[in-house]
């Protein structure tokens, strides 16, 4: 299974993949059905049926069960784009083999150096196999290793027909890097009971929690006058947004917080002395903490504008998605059967509250319980991202494992 998850990966992130924020349509890249046709022309060569790509760039397929014993309906699901943050298409990716502990020079020229001291996780994958980009893209690890995993996963039991198993569905999405991977996928058309999104990070990772999450814009209307005639007149909508931000609670930034704990994070400030905009992401696991972070920042825009004036500022607030832990928790066992399928292959589950979203997070509330496993990447998103072969290799077996244990029961 190493050999092959291996050359899949390497394949896949060839192919340039990376989704536009800034886009209107869905996918909204059309390179993004370049990896989705490869996709489908694998899965009718492996022969599962009902294999479908829409023109969203959503590909599902199924492969029928081969018992008839009562065993529930399971999906397997990763995103085929990557980030917007750094070009996609990974040509000269570097290879580590027999990894020693060592820091690891990615690109000479650009004196572009993985450390131990600045990632000292990479001593735990000391005698693997890494690979790394070169400093010119990301890897695209996240989530072509999960792609990867999956497909390798179906083409053993395919090729294992003695491996008995009910009805698997795979699903692969496009835009989850933008927030609109799953804003057309077809729930009751994908028809599992639950499924497992194979898109974390390091080996162990099971993750049942997530943020939720909101998205604030604030409008600042300022009154621009000639600076010498100034007294009394002008509001400079730059100060007011500065001295709005400045009424949200330093420590509650995303430098600040870790764990379970939420933010206010602005993400985007522009204006002029007539206008200026605010843009926040709210995020807390906690539902009431949550709530009261939208109440807060409500109350300060109110406050602003009795200091300053009516509809001085205006605020837009919208609900973004939301903890997937309370759809999780009534059919629990799909989190209970993962740990125990990584325990029974050696490895130690480690179970941690996402700070973010996942494609699973909202599949969740839409009536598909989706918790997320490790595909094995490191640093996403940018030129230091990596990702151990052997990873790739034990998530695959993860995902065969939980089959089995579902198909045992």
Do not use: W
Not at 55 to 65: E, F, G, Q
Not at 141 to 159: P, Q, R
């Amino acid at each position: 299974m190493k050999e092959k998850v291996l050359e899949r990966f390497l394949r896949y992130i060839k192919i340039d993949t990376q989704s536009d924020e800034n886009s209107e349509t869905t996918p909204s890249t059309e390179k993004q059905f370049n990896l989705a046709k490869v996709l489908k022309q694998e899965l009718e060569s492996l022969g599962l049926k009902d294999i479908s790509l829409d023109d969203k760039c959503y590909l599902m397929a199924t492969l029928p069960a081969n018992t008839d014993k009562k065993i529930p309906t399971i999906g397997f699901i990763a995103h085929m784009d990557t980030s917007p943050d750094m070009p996609g298409a990974v040509e000269n990716p570097n290879f580590v083999r027999d990894y020693y502990g060592d820091d690891i020079v990615i690109n000479k020229e650009k004196n572009l150096v993985l450390t131990t001291t600045e990632f000292p996780e990479l001593k735990e994958y000391i005698g693997n196999t890494l690979i790394t980009t070169d400093g010119n893209t990301l890897l695209g690890a996240d989530d072509k290793a999960g792609i990867a995993e999956i497909m390798t996963a179906m083409e053993y039991l395919v090729h294992h027909p003695e491996v008995k198993h009910g009805t698997i569905k795979v699903g692969f999405t496009p835009d989850e890097e933008i927030g609109r991977g799953v804003d057309f996928f077809d729930v009751k058309k994908f028809d599992a009971e639950f499924a497992y999104t194979l898109d974390g990070g390091g080996i162990g990772e099971l993750e049942y929690e997530n943020f939720n999450a909101a998205g604030a814009k604030i409008f600042v209307q300022g009154r621009n006058i000639h600076p010498g005639y100034a007294k009394d007149k002008m509001l400079n909508a730059m100060l007011i947004a500065m001295e709005m931000n400045a009424m949200l609670p330093v420590h509650q930034r995303p430098e600040h917080t870790e764990g379970y704990e939420g933010f206010y994070h602005l993400v985007k400030m522009e204006g002029t002395v007539e206008n200026a905009m605010l843009q926040y992401i709210i995020r807390d696991h906690d539902k009431e903490k949550f709530e009261h972070k939208k109440k807060f920042i409500t109350h300060v825009v109110e406050y602003m504008n009795k200091r300053y004036g009516e509809d001085v500022l205006k605020l837009e607030l919208k609900d973004q998605y939301f903890n997937m832990k309370q759809q999780v928790l009534p059919v629990f066992h799909v989190v209970e059967t993962a740990k125990q399928a990584m325990e029974e292959l050696g490895i130690a589950p480690v179970v941690v509250p996402i700070r973010g979203g996942t494609d699973g997070a909202r599949l969740s509330y839409m009536g598909l319980p989706c918790p997320n496993i490790f595909a094995g990447g490191h640093n996403f998103h940018g030129k230091f991202e990596y990702v151990p072969v052997e990873s790739m290799e034990r998530a695959t077996a993860v995902i065969l494992k939980i089959i089995e244990l579902y198909s045992t029961k």
